[in-house]
Nanobody, 120 residues
């Protein structure tokens, strides 16, 4: 199966930066899309950014120009560089990885979530 380990969260003041990292491991044939989602108190989980295996990216409008997603296919990792953070960015951030675990079997895996808190 797939295990995801997230790191890099924490507390930062508005205007600061954080970098989230996610490493995937397990018995899978390949990793397809990777991404980051977040969930704030009282809100549903929302997409932050995704990146395909070929490097095509997609961002939520609220983070465009501030966040950058990247991946290292050789290391099976995905990162999210977050700059100019705002209090509205406060949420639990989840790494998501789409994998082919076996022939004809695809799945979506989620990390445990990592807290990002931005103080005003």
């Amino acid at each position: 199966q797939v295990q995801l380990v997230e790191s890099g969260g924490g507390l930062v003041q508005a205007g600061g930066s954080l970098r989230l990292s996610c490493a995937a491991s397990g018995n899978f044939f390949s990793i397809n899309a990777m991404g980051w989602y977040r969930q704030a108190p009282g809100k549903q989980r929302e997409l932050v950014a995704t990146i395909t295996r070929g490097g095509s990216t997609n961002y939520a409008d609220s983070v465009k120009g501030r966040f950058t997603i990247s991946r290292d296919n050789a290391k099976n990792t995905v990162a999210l560089q977050m700059n100019s953070l705002k209090p509205e960015d406060t949420a639990v951030y989840y790494c998501n990885v789409e994998t082919t675990v076996r022939v004809g079997r695809r799945g979506s895996s989620w990390g445990q979530g990592i807290q990002v808190t931005v103080s005003s």
